[in-house]
């Protein structure tokens, strides 16, 4: 999670130089969630779900403000890794469709959120802790 939204290249460094993404998807706007393919099929296959939230207020969360610049989750259990499986299918589901999922990418922010919380040393006491526990 980029929550400041910082440009990133990814990639694998020495295989292959970047590619702009905007190059790789086709231009908005978009009747369906666009889908790229890169590569020349070697190597492990790798899938990468991408969204974005826009929130005004964000600045301002003393929680939000002390994020760092780059969080990297792996899900804490077999089931949490499950649940997030079948709601980021869900959300491409129903935001192909039009449907009413529209909400569920704020609540995988959150999890990852609560995630981060949960890792800190500090999250077992103060503010943090009940924070933590409250999301």
Known sequence: MLP?????VMGDPG???PVPVGRLLPPPPWTRIPMMRQGGGEGQRTQVLCGYLHCEDYLFHPAL???PPLLHFRPESAPAAEWLRASARY????ADRG???ERLPELLV???LRQHIRSRP???TGW???CATRW
């Not at 959300?91 to 129903?94: F, I, N």
Request: charged share 35%; with cysteine; glycine share 12%.
């Open 15 to 17: 295989r292959a130089p």
């Open 65 to 67: 403000r002390a994020l």
């Open 128 to 130: 943090l802790r009940r």
């Open 4 to 8: 400041y939204g910082d440009r990133h």
């Open 122 to 124: 500090e999250a077992t």
């Open 110 to 112: 959150v999890d990852c």
């Open 99 to 101: 449907g009413p999922g």
């Open 91 to 94: 959300a491409l589901a129903e």
